[in-house]
């Protein structure tokens, strides 16, 4: 099993829901980003995303936009982030992801990365741009590596899509709460929570909801059908103002109010 | 990179690099467009506002006096210029507005960036009765100003973006977000034949009509013979719609004007396929030809026209470019308003920047073509946008 799906595997034995952190890495500099995963997983992280800042981020919302482009400015890249990887193993097994976009996939070599990756000790990708359809080279690199290549369901998209989707699915199914981007705003959880239901019945592969989550009520609300949920810009907001220890009693809030609403 | 996924593939370029959330909204553009491209009815009501409303068939002009000056092939320009709104655009999103209120759609976006496809845009949402975003890169508002206050005037709402550089790539960017977030009812109106599919397919094909006419008055011109055609090349709308018709025609030379900026260094010109350190990655949901630095990062490009100015090209130049069925050059700034100026005085027409880069390759071309040889040159949009910024870069006040 991998580090993905142990923790999955954890959670659900203790009757818990996951909560899963995005931090852009390099922001404000490399040694900070392996500082902040540690600590959030001492505040209650279950899993970290780590990004991989890109020029041109489609998916994301002006917060992450903003860090990417910092990021990059102050030369962060694949290769440093992988570095980030290994510094957290030093000291962490905690599951980490890498979250980025094809092209910075692409220049790396698909075989390349998978193999690296794998040797630096992430459990898989997230990349946005990347849908069902266009996924099966990177996908195959991953699985020869024993990585996971995370799929997405939105509120949009069709049951035979979602089946298509639960078909190929491992490690999580990333369900995107609302159609648009990244960033904290109100949501009504209601469509997606349709989707997870539907989702459920045809796999076991966990699935994690984000998008749009800021706060702990707004957690609990998005955790109703999921197992776990995805906190991005809220955090990364905090980290840009230099606010960590804000971006800290973000998620241990959070992990408290989704403890007290469902564990058992 | 290997290609499963054959849908909108040109070669191994284009594809479906898009957040799963615009999946649902391609396929439904997808099938509306593979039904109404077919459609009499639809061809027709097209073709109506092609004639009546932006004036074509534009003309192919026999340009004596420039065909004097260099003293080779003849020179004909299609005059794309003389179109409502002044360029090229005007095809596509007039064929793209049309297939929208088909669709039942509310609203229209697109991205602009020095407000040439924006104004085409607001204009055919004008005419449709459309409400209409153009986002735009706050650089380039500032630049163009006359271009946003045209669009305001047609009733369209400009989006500053302020995000990246705040140029066009930026607000391409932007503009998807939005349409993510908004996909019920509106169609997102791209500007060039880039994005994923199906937009380079449909894009082209509402700008094939180029290319078309040109087979038509050619035959008529010179009973046929056409030997050169030159087209300028940014995301590569116009020139795909002027070769598309001749790709099989392998005795006719095609060549692809990219803007060489102020020279070869990364960051100077806006070459993508004509730049041998460019190579394929993935921008705004297609695989194609990308000008991108050594971790992957989309480079900021450069040209005095902010219609070249763009990092990537349309999938089929990138097949076309491969294949050798077009053959992609570049032409720098000074070299571009050289012929800017050269086509003012022997023909008494003010071409835009952008067209002029392809009238400028005409210098390399034709000492060594030959008084029986034909050359059509696309002019792709009028220069009354560029007067102020020419008048600027020549020193002059006005």
């Known amino acids: 099993m991998t580090g993905v799906e142990n923790k999955f595997a954890e959670l659900k034995k203790a009757g818990k829901k996951g909560l899963i952190i995005y931090i852009t890495a390099g922001i404000p500099d490399a040694d900070s980003t392996v500082q902040l995963v540690l600590e959030a997983e001492k505040a209650g992280a279950d899993m970290v995303e780590l990004g991989i800042p890109f020029s041109d981020p489609m998916a994301d919302g002006p917060v992450i936009q903003k860090a990417s482009y910092d990021a990059i400015q102050k030369g962060m890249n694949l290769h440093r982030v992988l570095d980030i990887v290994r510094e957290i193993r030093k000291k962490s097994q905690i599951p980490l992801v890498g979250m980025g976009y094809i092209n910075i996939m692409l220049n790396y070599g698909f075989a390349k990365l998978a193999q690296d990756a794998k040797e630096a000790g992430l459990d898989g990708f997230i990349i946005p741009d990347v849908p069902h359809e266009e996924s099966g080279e990177l996908k195959k690199a991953c699985r020869d590596n024993n990585l996971h290549l995370v799929e997405f369901v939105t509120p949009g998209t069709t049951d035979q899509r979602i089946g298509e989707t639960c078909s190929t699915a491992d490690g999580f199914i990333y369900c995107v709460s609302i159609n648009g981007v990244t960033g904290v705003r109100k949501i009504d959880y209601s469509p997606i929570n349709r989707v997870i239901s539907h989702v459920k019945k045809q796999t076991a592969t966990p699935c994690a909801v984000g998008f749009g989550i800021g706060t702990p009520e707004a957690a609990v609300e998005a955790a109703a059908e999921a197992d776990a949920v995805i906190v991005g810009s809220a955090v990364v907001k905090n980290i840009l103002e230099g606010a960590d220890q804000e971006a800290m009693k973000l998620i241990a809030s959070m992990r408290q109010a989704l403890d007290n609403s469902y564990h058992k | ?398």
């Open chain 2, 1 to 398: 990179m290997t290609v499963e996924n054959k849908k909108g593939r040109f070669g191994k370029f284009g594809g479906q690099y898009v957040p799963e959330i615009v999946m649902p909204v391609l396929n439904q553009l997808e099938e509306a467009y593979e039904k109404y491209r077919r459609d009499p009815e639809f061809l027709k009501d097209l073709r109506k506002y092609y004639v009546e409303y932006a004036g074509r068939p534009t003309l192919l002009y026999y340009a004596d006096k420039l065909t004097k000056y260099y003293g080779g092939a003849k020179i004909y320009l299609k005059r794309e210029d003389l179109l409502h709104t002044g360029a090229h655009k005007i095809n596509n999103a007039l064929g793209q507005a049309l297939l929208a209120q088909r669709m039942g759609k509310k609203q229209v976006i697109a991205e602009t960036g020095a407000g040439q496809h924006g104004v085409a845009t607001a204009t055919v949402a004008a005419l449709f009765g459309m409400k209409c975003k153009v986002f735009m890169g706050a650089v380039d508002i500032e630049r163009q100003k006359l271009n946003v206050f045209r669009m305001k005037l047609l009733g369209a709402e400009v989006v500053p973006v302020t995000t990246g550089t705040g140029t066009l790539k930026d607000a391409t960017s932007e503009a998807i977000r939005y349409w993510a977030a908004h996909i019920d009812d509106t169609h997102y109106i791209i500007g060039s034949a880039v994005g994923p599919h199906p937009y380079p397919t449909m894009v082209r094909d509402f700008q094939s009509v180029i290319g078309q006419e040109i087979r038509q008055q050619i035959q008529q011109e010179t009973g046929g013979r056409l030997d050169y055609m030159i087209a300028c090349v940014g995301g590569g709308s116009n020139a795909i719609g002027t070769f598309y018709e001749f790709k099989d025609d392998a005795q006719i030379k095609k060549f692809g004007v990219e803007a060489a900026g102020r020279g070869p260094a990364i960051g100077d010109n806006a070459q993508t396929l004509s730049n041998p350190n460019s190579r394929p990655g993935v921008l705004h949901g297609a695989y194609s030809y990308l000008a991108q630095d050594e971790d992957g990062q989309v480079i900021e490009v450069y040209s005095i026209s902010a219609g070249l100015d763009y990092p990537g090209v349309g999938p089929e130049h990138s097949m076309f470019h491969e294949q050798g069925v077009v053959e992609y050059v570049g032409i720098n700034d000074k070299e571009a308003l050289d012929a800017f100026q050269l086509l003012c005085r022997t023909e008494g027409i003010i071409p835009a920047v952008e067209s002029s880069h392809a009238l400028a390759y005409l210098e390399k071309l034709m000492p060594s073509t030959k008084p029986e040889e034909v050359v059509v040159v696309t002019l792709s949009g009028r220069g009354d946008k560029d007067v102020q910024q020419v008048a600027k870069v020549l020193g002059e006040e006005i």
